[in-house]
């Protein structure tokens, strides 16, 4: 599932932002390019962080963009983007980021293997300090399909 | 025993939420309902305990149910811990 949202295209390594929102527009971006999302899906990311607060950051250094569908979400999609200069949320000692997900849903509860799969990611720190200074999106998705594998 | 995880939208944080706890509960041999909610449902729900993201704090302020805030939602260690020692002392 993870293997199939990700690719040479929704990965974005060692990007740059000047703040979390054009981060969130940096990482929709792809999504909006192969026609998963339509643009006002990016708009209601940001506008889910203006909402409920940073808690989109959800591990120090990593943060989960995605808002309500709203019928702007054509697929279940994913994208990964890693900054080279990582950027603050207000997210206090989980501050700074510097590897974002946009995750796009359709509804409450499609995207479970996804978001599973994710979650194995995520908790493996090592990995995850791998992805961070990656500079090959192939290698990143051999890095995860490998995981995934195991 | 009713736990419901909740984050902003009802599908990102809190399903990972939910998993970690559904994994913690069944490796514990504690039977519960977890449900994934967003912070808008959670107020009008009844549920023995809410499980969020520490930053949502302010969002779920005045709903009348424990509450078990998380820093790291990748970090197990710290669910696992503070779910248990809740339990521990509901016991």
């Known amino acids: 599932m993870i293997y199939q949202a990700l690719s040479q295209n929704t990965i974005l390594l060692n990007e740059s932002a000047v703040d979390w929102r054009e981060a969130a527009k940096k990482a929709g971006g792809p999504l909006l390019d192969n026609q998963s999302i339509k643009k006002e899906y990016i708009a209601d990311m940001i506008e889910s962080v203006h909402e409920f607060g940073p808690y989109i950051v959800i591990a120090p250094g990593i943060a989960l963009f995605h808002a309500r569908p ?81 | 025993m ?35 909610l967003d912070a808008g449902s959670a107020k009008g729900r009844t549920a023995d305990l809410i499980m969020a993201s520490a930053d949502l704090e302010s969002a779920l302020e005045g709903v009348e149910i424990d509450k078990i805030y998380i820093h790291n939602l990748t970090d197990d260690d710290e669910i696992e811990k503070k779910l248990l020692s809740y339990l521990n002392q509901k016991e």
Request: hydrophobic letters at 45%.
């Open chain 1, 70 to 150: 709203e019928g702007n979400v054509n697929e279940i999609c994913l994208s990964l983007l890693t900054l080279e200069k990582p950027v603050e949320f207000g997210a206090g000692d989980k501050d700074p980021v510097d590897l974002l997900f946009a995750l796009g849903a359709v509804d409450h509860d499609s995207h479970l293997q996804l978001m599973a799969e994710l979650m194995k990611i995520l908790k493996d720190s090592r990995l995850i300090e791998r992805i961070r200074t990656a500079t090959d999106a192939n290698k990143v998705l051999e890095m995860i399909k490998k995981k995934l594998e195991e």
């Open chain 2, 2 to 36: 009713e736990i419901i995880t909740v984050c902003g939208m009802g599908f990102g944080t809190s399903l990972m939420l939910k998993m970690t706890v559904d994994d913690i509960l069944a490796k514990e041999g504690i039977k519960a309902e977890v449900s994934a």
